[in-house]
């Protein structure tokens, strides 16, 4: 079964065009990466596909909806962890969640909450007010509202930004974990390294054009460097985390 299916989706912004023709298919129980260098379209892509912005042009179905006519059905059905998202500063994450739990309908909301705090790392800080917090713990917080409603399908940008690398790792675990179980990821990055250890499928993006696909799993994490600098170019300490 396919999770998301896009054709010729295309977004402009005045003369600028963000997100050029994007056709890509991603299969249910995927880990699939969204590959490229900064400004090259993936956060424009998630947006549309969650239902955050209109395609100025173009189609999309993500789990059976479709962005557009429906973005409230995608809401519903989904997790998203934008890049830079925080919890509000002034309540703790433990309020936080739960709000999100209520909003999300969730059943036995304090035991979930519970449950992705232990998994996450941050169960010591779920009654701190979050304005204390520091980046990796409120990215954590962020990450457990978005697995919070065990949701078929989860948009992350940029999994790992302000993780050490203790929790990077439990990280990683957890999203292969989830994925494990049936689940489709979607995520974006400018790291190969990232792509190569986690993803199951790759979408490489440069200047708003899907330009090339690949499984990493069948390269070494070296040779999906050369791939990937060889489509869009760059210096490779910038895609390597």
């Given amino acids: 079964m396919v999770a998301i299916e896009t054709t010729d989706l295309t977004r402009r912004f005045g003369d600028v065009t963000a997100l ?13 990466g969204l590959l490229g260098p900064n400004g090259s379209g993936k956060t424009t892509t998630i947006e549309l596909l969650t239902g955050q912005r ?8 993500v789990v059976g909806h479709d962005p557009v006519a429906d973005p409230m059905g995608v809401r519903r059905a989904i997790g998203i962890l934008p890049e830079r998202e925080d ?18 309908e969730v059943n036995d909301i304090d035991g979930r909450i519970e449950a992705w705090a232990d998994r996450l790392d941050c169960a010591s800080v779920l009654d701190a007010l979050s304005t204390g ?10 990450l457990a509202a978005a697995f919070l409603h065990d949701p078929d399908l989860v948009f992350i ?18 999203l292969a974990d989830y994925c494990d179980r049936g689940n489709t990821l979607f995520l974006s ?3 190969v390294d990232v792509a190569a250890e986690l993803c199951t499928h790759v979408g490489i993006v440069d200047d708003g054009r899907l330009v090339a696909e690949c499984d990493p799993r069948e390269m070494t994490e070296d040779e999906l460097l050369d791939y990937f600098i060889a489509e ?8 390597r985390a």
């Fill in 20 to 32: 050029d023709g994007l056709s890509l298919s991603v299969d249910e129980g995927s880990l699939f």
């Fill in 54 to 61: 209109e395609p100025t042009s173009g189609e999309a179905r």
């Fill in 87 to 104: 919890p509000p500063s002034f309540l703790t994450p433990r309020e936080y969640l739960t709000f999100v739990g209520e909003v999300r």
């Fill in 133 to 142: 917090l520091s980046e990796g713990e409120r990215q954590r917080v962020m």
């Fill in 157 to 174: 940008d940029e999994p790992l930004v302000n993780l050490d690398p203790i929790m990077q790792e439990q990280v990683k675990r957890q």
């Fill in 189 to 191: 990055t400018h790291y």
């Fill in 232 to 239: 869009v170019g760059g210096d490779a300490a910038e895609v």
